[in-house]
């Protein structure tokens, strides 16, 4: 069965530092992965993708996340932090030959000025 | 540019009332699914239709039934309301293919509490 694991639920870095979100899945066949994003009253928006094919994904605004099958690991990152970014992020898998994507918990990220 | 709204942005309701929230895409995608959204538990998914008149329990179905009369529209009803109810509610759509690496798009939420 398919699970996703992200790793703090509140993680807080200051501006102009590096984001680093973590997310860890299980799944029996290759999964696909994503990131969403939640702005403070509203929907999720897609970040980024995996499906196949090179293991470094980047996304909108500046984010990018690596595959790393031997550590089944999706983590998110950016170099360097702006006060927009505060938001929730949520992890989410779907095997390939599933019909539903399963979501992580979500993690909120806060910038201190 | 797709485009999922939602009827309400909140709503407030008593228990024992029926509940209608509505969901309509624009962009012609045939699957649509609806989410509750609640503090540290993610998303969890309640229902999910991959065609008109079609659709299949998620993980949390009970108190709940969907309806899907048309393409674009897909309603979640909460037949008697009740406290444990009371939730940020998320509808999503994707494009054709129940598998695959198709992105969900989805709507602004409604949050809804049961009095």
């Known amino acids: 069965a398919q699970s996703v694991t992200q790793l703090g639920s509140h993680v807080s870095v200051s501006e102009g530092a590096l984001v680093l979100l973590r997310c860890n899945y299980s799944s029996s066949v290759p999964p696909y992965l994503f990131w969403y994003v939640q702005y403070p009253n509203q929907g999720l928006q897609l970040l980024l993708k995996y499906t196949t094919g090179a293991t470094l994904v980047k996304g909108i605004n500046g984010f990018e996340a690596e595959f790393k099958k031997s550590e089944t690991s999706f983590h998110l990152t950016k170099p360097s932090a702006h006060m927009s970014d505060a938001a929730e992020y949520f992890c989410a898998v779907r095997e390939s030959s599933a019909s539903k994507i399963i979501f992580g918990s979500g993690t909120r990220l806060s910038i201190r000025p | 540019d797709v485009k999922v709204t939602q009827s309400s942005r909140y709503l407030v309701k008593r228990t024992g009332e029926k509940v209608f929230l509505e969901c309509v895409q624009d962009?012609?995608?045939?699957?649509m699914f609806w989410y509750r959204q609640d503090p540290g538990l993610g998303l969890r998914l309640i229902y999910f239709?991959?065609?008109?008149?079609?659709?299949e329990k998620g993980d949390i179905p009970e108190g709940y039934s969907v309806s899907r009369e048309k393409k674009e529209r897909f309603s979640l009803i909460l037949e008697s309301a009740s406290t444990n109810q009371t939730s940020m509610y998320l509808c999503a759509s994707s494009p054709h293919g129940l598998a695959g690496a198709n992105e969900q798009f989805f709507g602004p939420g409604t949050r809804l509490t049961v009095l």
């Open positions: 239709s991959y065609d008109v008149k079609m659709k």
């Open positions: 962009m012609d995608h045939e699957n």
